[in-house]
């Protein structure tokens, strides 16, 4: 009986530890972003650069994913208000049948958006690495991110580790109860970016620099 009581009491110690980061992860990563977030592209100022975030453009069951449709949505309403000049693709290009930018590319030129102000970045596999390849490889310190709120936020933290001045273009969120899935990873995620700093992780690829005009 006393080793399954010293088992619970180890349990419930370890439960209140993890959720004590998540809570503070999730905090300071909220927080972070404060006055950093715009929804209207009324009161968003202008940036030279946009930085789009992946994702793919069809769930599993075969429909258009909600994230990106409104993450193209966000965008061309940016351009379409010019708020931004040149854009960042950013996004997961890690097999020959599976490559976010160019799918994103693709929808944005059909929708009237010039290619020749849209730059890939095929190698943004996590948030994580497209901020920092938004700087170290596209030479960029000063960009407006586009994508939904929660996933702005965390992106804004890791831009101000990085020393980038960003704020957030929110794109029209998905209600939880669509997608509470994708809302309890991103809870993981915001520790995940503590411990990519504390073990001081790199980005999977760097490379060549990317030249944007001024």
Not at 15 to 26: D, G, L, M, P, V
Not at 84 to 97: A, F, P, Q, R, W
């Amino acid at each position: 009986m006393k080793r399954v009581n010293k088992i619970l009491i180890s349990i419930g110690i370890l439960f209140a530890i993890t959720a004590s980061a998540i809570y503070y992860c999730n905090q300071q990563i909220t927080q972070s972003a404060n006055a950093r977030l715009y929804n209207s592209v009324t009161n968003i100022p202008y940036k030279k650069t946009g930085l789009l975030l992946g994702t793919g453009k069809y769930l599993k069951n075969g429909i258009i994913n909600p994230y990106y449709q409104y993450r193209i949505n966000a965008t061309i309403a940016l351009f379409n208000a010019q708020k931004i000049k040149y854009l960042i693709i950013s996004g997961d290009n890690s097999t020959v049948d599976y490559n976010e930018p160019a799918m994103m590319r693709l929808d944005l030129m059909q929708a009237g958006i010039d290619s020749t102000v849209i730059y890939l970045d095929y190698a943004g596999f996590r948030t994580f690495d497209s901020m920092i390849r938004v700087k170290e490889i596209f030479g960029q310190t000063d960009v407006t991110i586009i994508s939904q709120q929660f996933h702005n936020e965390r992106a804004i933290f890791i831009a101000q580790k990085e020393q980038i001045e960003a704020i957030g273009f929110n794109a029209q969120d998905v209600p939880l109860h669509a997608d509470l899935k994708v809302k309890t990873r991103e809870k993981l995620a915001r520790v995940k970016v503590f411990v990519d700093y504390i073990f001081q992780t790199k980005p999977k690829f760097l490379g060549e620099k990317i030249n944007i005009p001024a």
